[in-house]
């Protein structure tokens, strides 16, 4: 986005210096694979939110450079632990960082980034470090527990879509909430305006992750980066899967059921079959319901914020540009 | 000790209830093997000496009890880890975390007790959370930068005994002069004498380890927890082995080599005829001799501390208990 160039050249510079920093350390079986997975790239929306979280307040983005450089060092610990976790072959179409070396050094290497996150957030000003640390810490651990919810959910008979909302917003959305924040923190915005940002990151979250899932049963072929359908085929319980259980009849459950754990039935069948029960149910349209109502949360969040009213307007532009995908 | 049973009491109590909050804490998947693994006990070395390091001062100790808290649960972290990369079945004679439940949990538990020491640290005075966040996550870093260090001289050809001096004081030193600077830090303590007590516990922790190597030896079979000689069965390379390596003539050197690689010894005559190689070099005397000058700078440092002169006096005795076992 045209308003936010400036600030990404701010943040790519400092990830740029981050990288060389940790390339030129030692041991390098430890800070390689940390350099690796920084450099993956990804969109870099938490610590471009958290110079937004201070430029909103008029203040200098540089002072909360830190902060942001410490989201994204955490996103990416997160990242590598995860991918271990779910035995996952690529991350962003690169070979992941226990594939490409091993499980030893990705375990290492990922705690080595998660303690250089909480070592680079100690650069901030020291007024500022007290504040940020609570936050921070408060949420990566909620990002773990969201994280261990989701391996529940693999194997746990009965998910309400309750649980399902608190999962998502444990594991992806206070982190984003948490990156807003730091940036007021860092702008000695008030404890009142730290809020409202907050929230506002966390509902665009929760709706972000809705549409997700969406958008993986019902993107266009083409332009959808990964396979359509590959939440069905692997029974993921997404919203709208937990939702067709919560709707669905008898015969319907029967029906979804045998789709889910049959072994006679092709993927392209089952992804086709499930699909048109969603139809029937409506849970597409259900699903977008529930991502509206907490972008309009998102966005009365934002209304009540006392910040610079143009730089208000490029952020509500900025999360309706990230939500707006073609579902 | 008579002189910390005060210090203890405060200790273990703030423990105890660090526990019972981890018990309580959702999702059990995660804070149950936190618990578990803080509740196998230990020596408590490093939160004990962060209250010293307070109280040192005559300052409430009181006043250190969050920093001592997060260096025990980051201790503990390490712990959950380190036996996964060891793939270790026991720890203190108990089941560890990922044979007790599996890797994943004990994968993403130690995460959450990593996260869950900063977030503790978080909870000292802010006056002093800037400093102590410094310190901690500096050492942190160090902490895993040791680790992968030790798992580098598993497959690494030449490993001096400068290396190793090096690989120990991360791994393991590191950790104790922070501990005591942490107390010192939350009472206000001159930066020198700061440094003083960081020194002091480094060079303590160095002088432990290499002793911790020659009581694998030569320990008295009855009095030792575990088997003797179990580092020469598994060629660990410890400061004896490194050292032989360094002072053996060709012919010893090709004994050596033999003794390490052949599959035709056992055990048994595998650690006695390594023994009895040390004892021809004399490697014995001379980790003894290293381990002294270690504690020598220790001492050193003590003494140029301007603290309490009978606490100071505790804090010898103590260290003095901690490194004088029969070797």
């Keep these: 986005m045209q308003a936010y160039s400036s600030l990404f ?5 400092a990830i740029e210096e981050q990288q060389n920093s940790l390339n030129s350390s030692s041991p390098k079986e430890m800070y390689e694979p940390m350099s690796y997975i920084v450099g993956l790239g990804g969109k870099r929306v938490r610590p471009l939110l958290t110079l937004v979280g201070c430029d909103i307040f008029d203040t200098n983005p540089n002072d909360a450079i830190h902060a942001a450089l410490a989201v994204e060092l955490f996103h990416n610990f997160s990242l590598i632990h995860d991918d271990i976790l779910d035995n996952a072959p690529l991350r962003r179409g690169n070979t992941t960082v226990h594939e490409k070396w091993n499980h030893n050094i990705a375990l290492l290497s990922g705690d080595g980034m998660m303690v250089k996150a909480f070592d680079v957030l100690g650069k901030s000003n020291p007024e500022h470090v007290a504040k940020l640390l609570k936050l921070f810490a ?3 651990l909620e990002v773990c527990e969201g994280q261990q919810y989701d391996m529940n959910f693999e194997t ?6 309750q649980d399902y909302i608190h999962m998502i917003t444990y594991k992806t959305a206070v982190l984003l909430g948490c990156s807003l924040q730091m940036g007021a923190i860092c702008a000695n915005a008030s404890e009142e305006n730290q809020k409202h940002l907050y929230e506002f990151g966390e509902h665009v ?20 980066g990964k396979q359509v359908g590959g939440d069905i085929i692997s029974n993921k319980k997404t919203f709208m899967l937990l939702d067709a259980f919560e709707l669905a009849n008898e015969e319907q459950t029967k029906e979804l059921n045998h789709l889910l754990y049959s072994k006679e039935i092709s993927s392209n069948d089952k992804v086709k079959q499930v699909t048109a029960l969603y139809n029937t149910l409506g849970v597409r349209e259900l699903a977008i319901k529930e991502a509206n109502k907490h972008t309009d949360i998102a966005l009365k ?14 952020l509500k532009e900025f999360a309706l540009h990230l939500l707006n995908r073609e579902v």
Tied chains: 1, 2.
């Design 301 to 314: 969040h934002l209304e009540e914020l006392k910040a610079n009213p143009s730089k208000k307007k490029d």
């Design 138 to 140: 408060k949420t990566g």
């Design 156 to 161: 746990q008979e009965h998910v309400s879509v």
């Design 205 to 224: 979250g929760i709706a972000f992750q809705i549409l997700d899932d969406v958008l993986d049963v019902y993107a266009d072929d083409e332009k959808f």
């Design 9 to 13: 050249q701010i943040l790519n510079k």
